[in-house]
């Protein structure tokens, strides 16, 4: 999938952790050894051990409320506009033009 549609996307759908707590503790629970004195993992660290297909496997996708989906459309299409949404060539990849009518 292009970064771009997974910018997208992203600005579209997340996985709430609120409705998947018992994902999370389980895999909490199968990374760590019981015992021996282990501290449990952080948050972050138990993000980078959650693979994307486990996400989609175990979890429940949501949409975003509208007004966070347009705001984060907004930044998107501003970073694509800007200096960062170029190609390693300095060529825009939108038309800033075009993408300020939308």
């Not at 948050?43 to 949501?62: N, S, V």
């Not at 975003?64 to 825009?92: A, F, Y």
């Amino acid at each position: 999938m292009s970064p771009l549609r997974v910018n997208l996307s992203q600005s579209s759908f997340y996985y709430g952790k609120d409705n998947n707590n018992t994902f999370y503790l389980i895999k909490q629970s199968f990374t760590l050894p019981q015992g021996h004195g282990w501290t449990a993992l952080t948050e972050k660290q138990l993000d980078r051990q959650i693979t994307k297909e486990e996400l989609e496997l175990h979890c429940r996708r949501r949409t975003r409320g509208e007004e966070q989906t347009i705001q984060l459309l907004d930044q998107l299409i501003g970073e694509l506009i800007s200096d960062r949404g170029k190609d390693s060539l300095g060529v825009p990849l939108l038309d800033p033009i075009r993408m300020q009518h939308i």
